[in-house]
């Protein structure tokens, strides 16, 4: 089963009374800031925690890991006295105005072993998504450098108990996001409450929900470890933010296709052999969420384009054969386009990934996209029967909301 242990956390330093504001400090993940993201970071604090996830320069890995050293050598960051659970707690309004949150606890995830690993079974953690080659070399580069996890890959846990082990305990820091959300952290030291959240998350397997290339690097670093002869303490688990696979703890959207370089290829035209094409009107920037609404009512992916938005509509007979991987990894938006629409494109399309339909749009209106492929999230249920047949989703399928923040606690490699 799986195994979760506390750890010393690295935290940023703070005279104010808890809960401290670590607003300025944190960060989202590194593969959802673009530049200007990066930049309005920077600009936010000197010791932002994107300067240490998303270092930039010819030097970047070793630049980071001199930043890091130098910021707990000035005492900007400090690691705990004594190992701990993070309870983590999140709170938002989704996408259908519904206040919500997500509770979990953060803990060093032990990694299975280097051979002969199961990739399903009861003592397996599962994937859902297959990775990208780029990102997991970038991460690599980055853990050898800093020998730090600096932030968290995510698990969903079939167990029960995780929310109530973290409790209503007050936090010792907050940070307020971008969209107003609010993020808390709560060491949890006592005997017995160690002891709940391990048995519990031993209790049931885990699918692995964001962190794919991370959860991979990490492994790899291990396993680059020991060939070497050179351990590094810390380094046969990696830092996880676990949740209950419960509807109630996860808010999932879909991660759509930006498409650039079509060479003027009229996409409405190309698709009329594998789908109805069908015109939805201009993309109206006055309207936010009306594209949001379009996906939650039609059965299939839209079309952003220089005309407005138009709505896909499979034509069985065309898409169904094309769909070789079994259910429910083929009922999803992102097999249908990885099937029949990638294919279809000219050979020099670029495709980037991105969340958001209204970002998709604007970023096609201003010219920075020729085109946006819009997809339907795929559902928990889906999630849940995939990981357990073994199944993996197209890269990029799953888009979990929100994300937990770097900078709240980072886990260096031997302490």
Known sequence: MPELLPFRGTRYVSDAAPPVDDSAVAAPPYDVIDDDERVALEARSPVNSVRLIQPQGPDRYADAAARLDAWRAAGILATDPEPAFYGYRMYYTDVDGRDRSTVGVLGALRLPPAEGAPTTGPDAVLAHERTISKHKSDRLDLLRATRANLDPIWGLSLAGGIRAAVGDTPPVAIAIDELGHRHELIPITSPAGIAAIHDAVADAPMVLADGHHRFETAKNYR??????????????????????????????????????????????????????????????????????????SHPGPLLVDGRGVALLTARPEVVTPLLTDPTPVRDTDSAAFEAAIAPMLPDTTEITYRAGADTCAGLVSKGEADAAILLRPATVEQIRSAAFAGLRFPQKTTFFEPKPRTGLVFRVLGD
């Open 223 to 296: 396993d680059e470890l020991a060939r070497a002869g050179t351990p590094v303490d810390g380094a046969a688990s990696v830092m996880a933010f676990v949740t209950e696979l419960e509807e109630q703890e996860l808010s999932v959207g879909p991660i759509h296709r930006l498409l650039a370089h079509l060479g003027g290829q009229d996409l409405r035209a190309t698709l009329q052999d594998a789908f109805e094409v069908t015109d939805a009107g201009p993309v109206d920037p006055g309207d936010p969420g009306r594209l949001d609404a379009l996906l939650r």
